[in-house]
């Protein structure tokens, strides 16, 4: 079984520091992981995604996860947080393993980002 | 590019009705999900159409639940006598092939 684990409800950083959401995952086989966030009353919005290669990848809006294999972690990070990046952060995992067309994508339970003026 | 649309954004009804939501994938893609989001939780996986098939379904799709998605394009989702505990949003999402979800702006249920 495939599950994700996002350790803080809610993350609270002063605009222009630096922020960090954490996730870390379990798959059976090769993870493909997502991010993604939600402002309030729209729908998810895709920021980035990691599948192979470089173990940073960037995304949109400036946010950028580091792919941490040993750490089974994909956190979050963007250099200057910006007051209109507070909302709601979705991270996700589908196991690569082959198994015939198999999609479930499963989600984390969110972590609020709070950034404070 | 019009992205994910779905109708209708909000949906009251009584205990015991039936309910239907639609959803219009992204024009050319192939691949359409549902999810249902209750607060403070990640959405959760419903089912999934490739085309016009669907070839997979959640443990949590109840037999009160029937999805299709005709022709390969837009989806419905039902739910017949619903029941207060299927209040939640309910979420469509596609894409082409196997890469990331591109999701729609989510009907909210409320069964009172």
């Known amino acids: 079984a495939q599950s994700v684990a996002q350790p803080e409800d809610q993350v609270n950083v002063a605009e222009g520091n630096p922020l960090t959401v954490k996730c870390t995952y379990s798959?059976?086989?090769?993870?493909?992981l997502f991010w993604y966030v939600q402002y309030p009353n729209r729908g998810l919005q895709f920021l980035l995604k990691?599948?192979?290669?470089?173990?940073l990848v960037k995304g949109s809006y400036g946010f950028e996860a580091e792919f941490n294999k040993s750490q089974t972690s994909f956190h979050l990070k963007k250099p200057s947080a910006l007051v209109s990046d507070s909302a709601l952060y979705f991270c996700?995992?589908?196991?690569?393993?082959?198994?015939?067309?198999?999609?479930?994508?499963?989600f984390g339970i969110g972590t609020k980002l709070q950034v404070i003026p | 590019d019009t992205g994910v649309s779905q109708n209708p954004r909000h949906k009251i009804t009584k205990r015991g009705q039936n309910v239907t939501f639609r959803c219009d994938p992204i024009?050319?893609?192939?691949?359409l999900y549902w999810y249902r989001q209750t607060l403070g939780q990640g959405p959760e996986f419903l089912t999934y159409f490739q085309n016009e098939a669907q070839l997979e379904k959640s443990r949590l799709l109840s037999d009160r639940f029937s999805a299709e998605r005709p022709k390969g394009s837009f989806s419905t989702l039902e739910i017949q006598r619903t029941e207060q505990g299927d209040s939640a949003m309910y979420l469509c999402?596609?894409?082409?092939?196997?890469?990331?979800?591109?999701f729609g702006p989510g009907t909210r249920l409320t069964v009172t």
């Open positions: 990691y599948i192979t290669g470089d173990n």
């Open positions: 024009s050319e893609h192939n691949r």
């Open positions: 999402a596609s894409s082409l092939l196997s890469y990331e979800q591109y």
């Open positions: 798959v059976s086989g090769n993870p493909y």
């Open positions: 996700a995992v589908r196991d690569l393993t082959p198994s015939g067309g198999y999609q479930k994508v499963t």
